[in-house]
């Protein structure tokens, strides 16, 4: 599976939707929060906010394509922005807004080669990244220099009172110093 990172087109609003989907089948409260959907509805749902969420201003989209088949695999949703957060403060900071990986590619450097053009484009322009991670990604995270800020524990959606609960880790990396040339 030789694997390649790409600008993502409006085109791939299909093919994005699909994997998005099946990126986050087997996280729990993803599947709490669309308990009610089938994945078809889930799909169309993402279909059907695509030209909004594409078209977004300062908000970047990147994929990684299996050579072999053409197909996306991961993606990114990145944005820059003045983040006004605990953790950042009013400083421009990159904000990982969605990540996934189809399950059938992790673990295959789908996700790092979207990691390393999010943090050297971070490192570049000199800017902190901040992302909420699920409990599985926070490993990938921290092989980029993110560390946790926090966790936040909730509730699953439509959870009893006894219910199951779900961590969201807030992670943030600050730029690595990029040395100059004199």
């Known amino acids: ?42 799909v169309a749902g993402v279909i059907r906010r695509w030209p909004k969420n594409y078209g977004q201003t300062l908000v970047t989209y990147k994929k990684v394509v299996d050579m072999d088949t053409g197909e996306l ?7 820059a922005e003045a983040a006004r957060s605990r953790d950042l403060g009013n400083r421009p900071a990159i904000v990982v807004y969605l990540f996934g990986t189809h399950p059938k590619a992790q673990r295959r450097g789908a996700g790092s080669l979207l990691m390393a053009w999010v943090t050297e484009l971070a490192d570049r322009e000199g800017l902190a990244c901040w992302v909420t ?15 946790v800020a926090e966790e936040i524990t909730v509730p ?27």
């Open 1 to 42: 599976m030789p694997l390649q990172l790409e600008d993502m087109a409006f085109k791939d609003g299909a093919a994005y939707a699909h994997t998005y989907v099946t990126s986050f089948q087997n996280d729990a409260y993803s599947r709490a929060s669309y308990a009610d959907q089938t994945f078809d509805q889930r």
């Open 73 to 79: 695999v991961s993606w990114v949703k990145i944005g």
């Open 133 to 147: 991670s699920s409990e599985m990604a926070v490993p990938l995270y921290k092989k980029f220099r993110f560390e």
């Open 156 to 182: 699953l959606p439509g959870a009893n009172v006894d219910g199951e609960m779900y961590t969201h880790t807030c992670m943030l990396r600050e730029p690595k110093k990029l040395k100059t040339v004199d």
